[in-house]
């Protein structure tokens, strides 16, 4: 079984930075898909970011520039650099990963709160 275990989070001002980071537990084959997802108080969890095994890319709309997401090799760890974050960034960043080979499967990490302050 795969445990995802994220840090980062913490309580910015607007403008600063964070960066998140993620890890699987475990000598794992590298994931096919690893993503940061999002979930605001009173919102529903959204994407933010992903990233294949094949180094593809996608940010969510919202991103506007301001994120980044990298994957460390094959270690199964992937950050999200956050610059000028806002308030509207406030809530609890999810991991997942999925795997294709053993283990099969999509995996949460239990997530890591982000609050910004104006």
């Known amino acids: ?17 964070l960066r998140l980071s993620c890890s699987a537990s475990g000598r794992l084959i590298g994931a096919k898909t690893m993503a940061w997802y999002r979930q605001a108080p009173g919102k529903q969890r959204e994407l933010v970011a992903r990233v294949t095994n094949r180094d593809i ?13 990298s994957r460390l090799g094959t270690q199964n760890t992937i950050y999200l650099q956050m610059n000028r974050l806002q308030p509207d960034d406030t809530g609890v960043y999810y991991c997942n990963g999925q795997w294709i080979v053993e283990p099969i499967g999509s ?4 997530g890591t709160q982000v609050t910004v302050s104006s």
Not at 6 to 16: F, R, Y
Not at 107 to 110: E, F, P, V
């Open 1 to 17: 079984q795969v445990q995802l275990v994220e840090s980062g989070g913490g309580l910015v001002q607007a403008g600063e930075s």
């Open 107 to 110: 995996y949460w990490g239990q």
């Open 57 to 69: 890319i996608t940010y969510a709309d919202f991103v506007k520039g301001r994120f980044t997401i």
